[in-house]
């Protein structure tokens, strides 16, 4: 019961904020009765509502849940004031995320005035092989998780994404030496990403924050300055 009640849960995503009974039952692939009895046993307790519409979406309750995750609202909270003298310095975009698994999840998003567009979004998901924060918490993750990463088919968004597994174990090895990531052009032609880890209180990386500017504006060294500063200085609060 609670497999398909999660199931329905998964059935919403960026792109489907609010669907019908039928819509549900057809991603979640269970019997429409079956839904119909779950998804009200779900707005009873408040994960989802249904509107006056009749369409169903995520409740306030869930969000209520998912506030007490240490690694994403009480790491947005500590890491925020950073994150936004980050974005006054800069007028530029930045972002914190985590490693969930084998891929990137983002915690906070700081969009600049004129910045670059880019694709990510808070709450959003994305490969941990493309973007600035993604190859820092890629470079320090466990071997078991690299060779997952790194062992299968890895996917192109631009010209100049990086899909060679040997080109990407070199990228993860000056990661881990330099303290800092460069994504240039990987997940659009336009951006330029450079990430950091940010560390807890026993040394180990947690999180990651990133800088993502237009291509061809600075250099990533004078980016990777500003960046491990941040990150820096996010670690230390962490540790208070």
Excluded at 125 to 133: K, M, P, Q, S
Aim: glycine fraction near 8%; hydrophobic fraction near 45%; include cysteine.
């Amino acid at each position: 019961m609670i497999g398909r009640a999660l199931q329905l849960l998964d059935a919403f995503d960026a792109e489907h904020r609010e669907l019908t009974l039928s819509e549900l039952a057809r991603r979640a692939g269970l019997p429409l009765s079956t839904v119909h009895r779950l998804m009200h046993e779900l707005c009873v307790w408040g994960a989802v509502e249904r509107g006056d519409d009749g369409l169903y979406r995520i409740g306030l309750r869930l969000w209520e849940l998912g506030s007490l995750a240490p690694r994403g609202p009480g790491l947005r909270e500590t890491a925020l004031p950073f994150l936004e003298d980050l974005s006054r310095i800069t007028r530029e975009n930045v972002q914190l995320a985590v490693r969930e698994g084998a891929e990137v999840v983002f915690v906070e998003r700081i969009a600049g005035s004129g910045a670059v567009p880019v694709l990510t979004r808070v709450g959003g998901r994305f490969a941990l092989t493309a973007t600035g924060v993604g190859l820092v918490l890629l470079a320090h993750a466990p071997a078991e998780v690299q060779e997952e990463v790194l062992s299968r088919p890895i996917e192109r968004y631009t010209a100049k994404t990086v899909t060679d597994p040997a080109r990407l174990r070199r990228m993860l090895a000056d990661v881990r030496a330099n303290g800092f990531s460069i994504s240039d052009r990987q997940v659009t032609m336009d951006a330029l990403s450079v990430g950091a880890p940010i560390r807890d209180r026993r040394g180990e990386v947690i999180a990651a924050v990133s800088l993502v500017v237009r291509h061809g504006s600075t250099t990533s060294l004078a980016l990777a300055r500003l960046v491990r500063t941040s990150a820096q200085a996010i670690s230390r609060a962490l540790r208070v």
